[in-house]
């Protein structure tokens, strides 16, 4: 291989159109490691690299997974590539799209599609950025019924239907809830004295809805506790005991997670909480009476608002 100049990783990012992030990504993940170095200066990216990382680029645009784009790139041939590749200074045009890297989206926005493309690309920067945006604009509940949730449905079928893609599908819901927490970090002075406690069931390990029901009640200056994925009933009793909490609010997304017996295990406080119940896990449930089985986030919200007098 012919030599030439190496490039820092942002320079490479900007030729790419890709975060820093990005690469720092790839190279953890994949091995795409920038390979030139200089005793005592910060590793390079020589012209092989570069065009590896080009090649990663192109195929996962057009719709390859990011692993398997990777071990393409890592095959790649690069003896014939010359100084002149790295010379130039403005970033390429991305290849015209052919709807293979965006998970297919049922009547999604183009901001949802513009977020489906960054997590096919694992751009997690540009992930949080989208979704970081978005919830200031437009709120927590608007971005996540028409952004969060379209693209967690279609990486979900597509990695169920491929195979494939488990890691866009993992480092979007990871990104999500990071940004998800920092509007709780924000949260200083709460509207409600006694908190909203926020607890999956037994069996159910998805959280992420948890987070964007906090986040929305942290708009409206209304502080949360949660417990996170599979809590036993008799740990989520010993919060309500703990804390006495205004309101209970219970996840289950698997059918049959939401029990009759869980609902039935939290103790009674007084004031009384208030128990809301979400998720189509409690389907078939034949809850206590005076128990809110809710559909969506903003049921959820105004259901938990309601509770804590707001």
Request: glycine share 8%.
């Amino acid at each position: 291989m012919r030599g030439g100049p190496a490039l820092t990783v942002s320079a490479v990012a900007r030729r790419l159109g890709v975060a820093p992030a990005t690469l720092r990504t790839w190279a953890r993940r994949y091995g795409l490691e920038p390979s030139g170095h200089v005793a005592g200066a910060h590793r390079r990216y020589t012209p092989a690299d570069i065009a590896r990382l080009e090649t990663m680029h192109r195929l996962m645009l057009d719709g390859v997974s990011a692993a398997e784009a990777a071990r393409a790139a890592l095959a790649l041939d690069v003896e014939d590539v010359g100084p002149e590749k790295v010379l130039e200074e403005q970033p390429r045009p991305r290849p015209r799209r052919r709807g293979g890297p965006v998970p297919r989206l049922r009547d999604g926005i183009p901001a949802a599609r513009g977020l489906a493309r960054a997590a096919m690309a694992l751009d997690t920067p540009a992930v949080a950025e989208l979704l970081a945006g978005s919830i200031e604009q437009r709120g927590v509940i608007w971005t996540w019924d028409n952004l969060l949730v379209p693209v967690l449905i279609a990486t979900g079928e597509r990695c169920a239907s491929s195979g494939e893609d488990i890691e866009v599908e993992h480092a979007l819901a990871d990104c999500a809830m990071a940004v998800l927490r920092r509007g709780l970090e924000r949260l200083r002075q709460p509207a409600n004295a006694r908190p909203v406690l926020l607890s999956c069931v037994a069996e159910e390990q998805h959280s992420l809805p948890l987070y964007a029901v906090a986040a929305a009640l942290a708009e409206r200056r209304v502080a949360s506790r949660l417990l996170g994925a599979r809590v036993p009933a008799t740990a989520a009793a010993a919060a309500v005991r703990r804390i006495g909490p205004a309101a209970v609010f219970l996840w289950a997304r698997m059918p049959g997670y939401g029990t009759a017996e869980y609902v039935r295990a939290l103790p009674r406080t007084r004031p009384a909480s208030v128990v809301v119940v979400g998720g189509p896990g409690w389907a078939g449930a034949r809850l206590p009476y005076g128990i809110r089985t809710v559909v969506d986030l903003s049921e959820a919200t105004h259901a938990l608002l309601a509770a804590v007098g707001l």
